[in-house]
């Protein structure tokens, strides 16, 4: 991230030196380039930037255009937010939570991805179909069998009761096929001829040659996991179990609402997968130049 | 690279399925077999039980008239019956499709102009990213809210620029017309960060050399975009497009947020019609019937999009 102190975010400059951007055709199209990047920028950071200014305007509504420089900026919210009881607590929770999916799925999506495009087996369009199709179903309508069935495994307020439905992603597991897919199958024919089963070709040749997929499945299941509403609040009732999300939906009120304390929160929430994501960003780019597929 | 893997030379383990035989074959096919179980059943077992035994229970409950409190009935396929009959499913059906066909494009073209951005070599990209990235960490609440404001049909920001080149602008959200259109906008924006992040780890993959190949060939700009890029780009355009659409016929928490499903219904869509049928109106059975119907719908979709991908996506 060295790139991080140049003062100005959307200033772009042409370094001879390495690789020319793709549109090299003068500099009316690099500056075109730079201005429409720099407002879509711009526009992107807005309502975040609109979430930090409610948060310390103390008593901010909602309804008005919001002020964009508040008349007493104050952190009053943030400390009131850190205040309530199990606050602490629940962040805790949702960063545990979020970590052990994250893990769990980079496992299972691997090893599933290995199997999808590398073993032949008999049925295996079809188990694929089948994979895919448990992403076709609305959460909402699974969660009252689910209920059910935890209730029955007696894994109600137990934070496995609340990981055990993430452990495999269909959606990890498609990403990392089409990556582990793009592999040369020369390289692992290569090692079987040097005697290495199938193993040691998913450890040593083909886990190195997807990192960049492997970094974006992990900010996508830790936000997954992070912003998990539904299956939290339906499987840990008890407040000291319970998590982020579900901290953040308490802080509505029923009649009134105090929204910077809500926006605060809105902000605690986002700052933590902003940094993971950033730190996996950094293995998006560098996974391929250092694995030797060039 | 890592393939100088020393060890005993013996026949390497096929990548085909073995012939059926017997003997020290046979043994060979089991190993085989226990290698793929190896590989599947870790993601196998958590799905089986905890997606699919609850999607059988939700099937079995379709059948049923239940309102979650009273003993269930069981009525067969009359909850099917009564919504084929039903004018408004085609409805919801019919606003669900229109926000998949809008959304798609525009959330597929804007991604990757920004992942191709992106990828060059701009000072502060890595910031840049980041701050593309935020819309998609932003809750729908307030998203909704900011393009709510955005959009007012008064005071908003839009209509107050159209109204600088002497464009009227419309009632966005406010209009039965533009409910929808509204919706697909601020999910597109919320959404191009996602794109971007997939499809700036498929550009990772792409050989420079290919690139430098095709400009001393004297491709241009645009050439190797469709003639280099794209082609290697295809499997993760092949799964944006899968991934879009499976989520796209599911869309809901931004019709939530951004019109109920307002104005007059104009923009109510499937998943929305599940959540009222089960949550306000109490008919489990009529929202189970109604979810395999989207089911159904989305699967053939995504099938069609598998067979289909032979013709267009190339890998490694």
Partial sequence: ?294 | MTTSIAGPSTPAVARAVPPRSTGPVRRTRARYALTVLAFLLPSAIPLALFVLAPMIGAAWVSLLKWNLLAPPQFVGLANYVKLLHDPSTGQVFLHTLYYVVGYLPLVYVGGLALALALNTRLKGRNLLRGVYFLPVVTSWIVVALVWRWLLNPSTGVVNTVLAWFGIHGPGWWTDPNWAMPSIIIASAWKDLGFVMVILLAGLQNIDPDLLDAARVDGAGWWRRLFNVVLPLLSPSTFFVIVISLINGFQVFDQVYAMTGGGPGGASEVVVQQIYDLTFRYGQAGNASALSWMLFVVVLAVTVVQIIGQRRWVTYG
Wanted: charged share 10%; aromatic share 10%; proline share 7%.
């Fill in chain 1, 1 to 294: 991230m060295a790139d991080a102190t140049v003062s100005s975010p959307v200033r772009l400059r042409r370094d001879p030196t390495i690789e020319r951007p793709p549109i090299s055709r003068g500099t009316v199209a690099m500056v075109v380039l730079n201005v429409v990047i720099a407002l879509g920028a711009i526009a992107m950071f807005f309502p975040f930037l609109w979430t930090i200014i409610t948060s310390i305007t103390p008593g901010a509504g909602l309804t008005s255009t919001p002020a964009l420089i508040p008349d007493h900026p104050s952190l009053d919210a943030y400390l009131r937010l850190f205040a309530k009881r199990p606050f602490g607590r629940q962040i805790l929770n949702s960063l545990g939570l979020a970590v052990a999916t994250t893990v769990v799925q980079l496992f299972t999506s691997a090893t599933a991805a290995y199997a999808f495009s590398r073993l032949a087996f008999r049925g295996r369009g079809v188990v694929f179909a089948v994979y895919l199709a448990t992403m076709m179903i609305p959460l909402q309508l699974l969660i009252v069998p689910l209920f059910v069935e935890l209730k029955n495994f007696g894994l109600l307020n137990t934070y496995l009761g609340a990981l055990l439905p993430t452990f495999a992603s269909a959606f990890g597991i498609f990403l990392l096929r089409q990556a582990v897919n793009q592999v040369p199958r020369e390289l692992d024919e290569a090692a079987t001829l040097d005697g290495a089963g199938h193993f040691r070709i998913f450890l040593q040749i083909v886990l190195p040659n997807i990192r960049p997929a492997l970094a974006t499945l992990t900010i996508f299941s830790f936000m997954s996991s992070w912003n998990s509403f539904l299956w939290p609040l339906v499987v840990l009732r008890l407040p000291e179990l319970q998590t982020l999300p579900i901290a953040l939906a308490g802080l509505q009120g029923q009649y009134t609402t105090q929204w910077d304390i809500v926006m605060a929160g809105s902000v605690v929430s986002v700052l933590p997968m902003l940094a993971i994501y950033l730190f996996a960003q950094k293995y998006v780019i560098q996974g391929v130049a250092n694995s030797g597929i060039k």
